[in-house]
């Protein structure tokens, strides 16, 4: 009974050791290293396990993984206008436990599936496939969806590497991870289950069966052909990585450059929507805007929602916006949430859309140029299928003040196009790949993190949008009212931030002017999108299938 609940012990600090690999290698720790031997602990503890316990032992390790990823969600409400609903950030951990947690307990499911029908070797070379399955279902299922902390965002301070995201997009590489910890585990299987059998089972001559894993004599143990096999495509696939990223990043960006400005006001959350703070509000980004405008920048560009009031309705707000841009005599990029200009069908209450709004220098507008976020926030911003479940019984409750944007607007500027994204709609690779199909020649992202506080939130929001540079190959540039506001080049590298002069990037007040350079730029994955998943789908589904079909 001891020994059994020592091996249970050695199990559970498997998976837990698992976590604690996979968590610093995401912000602030950055330590992206680790991930590439983060899931060896989790690989080496399921193996040979039941279906149940399997998924029990990943499930854990999922759990804690997420719980050590989102932690911030319990300081949010210190910084929103929510801050009487102390339930909701604990529900959302609770449910991270059951949900998100579970998507590594299917992992070690399938894995383990395909391990007791076709062997341990196979099961290693599905579970790339399985694992990159597994991430995009979970980026794109309904109000669920959510493709943050994905494996491969671990890696977006290593140019190199993450270059094949333009060919194959994000999951590319997380796919490329997962296989190399699977290779890893090969080699460590036999050296593991060795350690776990009395030393004179595998050389006994009295019957006893040598385990398959176990190959060689009294004196060592030898490397499988399936191991090493497994070793060569790994080996292949990083050395293919590395001399692509190299070749690409070894080439110069050229072209027009175009000056631009960024405004960081740092406005705290509950000012923002206080009316006592509306005067002060507009003095700070006036002011921050009349000091850049001496740069004489193309174009100036305020965060998500900067605005106390929304512009369409607020004569004097509006008249403020254009006496500040044909003072500068430049573009002005700024949100604003906006009223609908029509009223939902049976229904009263005003809605508002998240929006972008482009001001020209020049007072004869012939049209006014704007973009609605399409991808609202869950219960930030809307709260889904309301009409089916009631979230009101369970203690839920949200915004349901605005609707939904239908077009992906690219706005014409004299020297450039752009596309424009507000606040969480850079996480999501395919909506972003729309503007840049339609025309884009760099991309723009307003948002507003106060709400997260001073937390790993706002860079991990960063590293995500190093991937849709490099999948698309633009310059994206971000602005936030309380940072992190900054410059990523079609390579992922992020070439400049605002930040003050002890190097915080975050709730403080300051201005940026850099040069971009807008590129007609047309990838593998910006006109094919998630092909490869597709590829990961398939491959999961011959091995289960299979699997089911395999006696065993």
Not at 201 to 207: R, V
Not at 208 to 223: M, N, R, S, T, Y
Request: charged share 15%; glycine share 8%.
């Amino acid at each position: 009974m001891a020994s059994k609940s020592f091996r249970y012990l050695i199990e559970f600090s498997l998976v837990v050791a698992s976590s604690v690999l996979l968590v610093p290698s995401f912000p602030k720790f950055d330590l992206g290293f680790l991930a590439w031997i983060g899931l060896l602990p989790l690989l080496i503890a399921i193996n040979g396990k039941s279906l149940k316990y399997s998924f029990l032992l990943s499930l854990i390790c999922g759990a804690v993984f997420f719980f050590g990823v989102f932690y911030w969600i319990l300081e949010v409400p210190k910084y929103t206008l929510l801050r009487h609903s102390l339930l909701a950030p604990y529900l959302g951990l609770y449910f991270g436990f059951f949900y998100f947690g579970s998507y590594f307990g299917v992992f070690g499911l399938a894995y383990t599936i395909v391990s007791k029908r076709l062997g341990t070797t196979p099961a290693l070379l599905a579970a790339p496939f399985i694992w990159v399955s597994l991430e995009y279902v979970r980026s794109n299922l309904s109000f669920l969806s959510l493709p943050w902390a994905l494996l491969a965002h671990s890696q977006y301070q290593y140019p190199l590497i993450i270059q094949i995201a333009s060919i194959a997009g994000t999951y590319n590489i997380s796919f490329l991870i997962v296989m190399v910890n699977a290779a890893l585990a090969a080699v460590v299987y036999p050296y593991y289950e060795r350690l776990k059998i009395p030393p004179r089972l595998p050389f006994s001559k009295g019957g006893e069966i040598i385990p398959p894993f176990l190959k060689g004599h009294a004196g060592g143990l030898q490397i499988s052909k399936g191991t090493r096999a497994l070793l060569l495509v790994a080996l292949s696939l990083v050395v293919l990585t590395l001399l692509y990223g190299q070749l690409t990043i070894s080439e110069p960006i050229t072209g027009n450059k175009i000056k631009f400005s960024l405004v960081q006001g740092n406005i705290e959350q509950v000012k923002k929507r206080d009316p006592s703070h509306t005067r002060g509000i507009m003095q700070t980004y006036v002011g921050l805007t009349r000091g850049v405008a001496k740069d004489r920048p193309a174009i100036v560009i305020w965060p998500e929602t900067a605005t106390p009031g929304a512009i369409n309705l607020n004569p004097r707000l509006y008249f403020e916006l254009r006496e500040t841009v044909e003072e500068a005599g430049t573009y002005l990029l700024l949100g604003s949430a906006q009223h609908q200009k029509f009223g939902v069908k049976g229904t009263k209450k005003l809605k508002y859309l998240n929006s972008a709004f482009l001001i020209e220098p020049q007072p004869k507008m012939v049209k006014q140029q704007r973009y609605d976020k399409i991808r609202l926030f869950p219960f930030g911003e809307y709260l889904p299928y309301k009409e089916i479940i009631p979230w009101s019984l369970i203690k839920v409750s949200g915004s349901d003040h605005y609707i939904s944007g239908k077009e992906f607007t690219i706005f014409e500027h004299p020297d450039f196009r752009f596309g424009v994204t507000i606040c969480w709609e850079n996480v999501f690779p395919d909506l972003f790949r729309q503007f840049v199909r339609r025309g884009a020649q760099l991309m723009v992202n307003l948002t507003n993190e106060a709400h997260f506080g001073k937390t790993a939130a706002p860079h991990q929001l960063v590293s995500i949008s190093v991937f849709r540079a490099v999948e698309n190959r633009v310059f994206v540039v971000r602005c936030a009212n309380t940072g992190v506001s900054c410059i990523i080049d079609p390579y992922g590298r992020i070439v400049d931030r605002i930040k003050d002069e002890n190097g915080q990037d975050i709730f403080i007040r300051g201005t940026l002017t850099g040069w971009i350079i807008p590129f007609d730029s047309k990838t593998i994955y910006t006109r094919y999108g998630d092909w490869f998943v597709w590829v990961a789908l398939f491959g999961t589904l011959i091995f289960l299938i299979v699997s089911f079909f395999k006696k065993r």
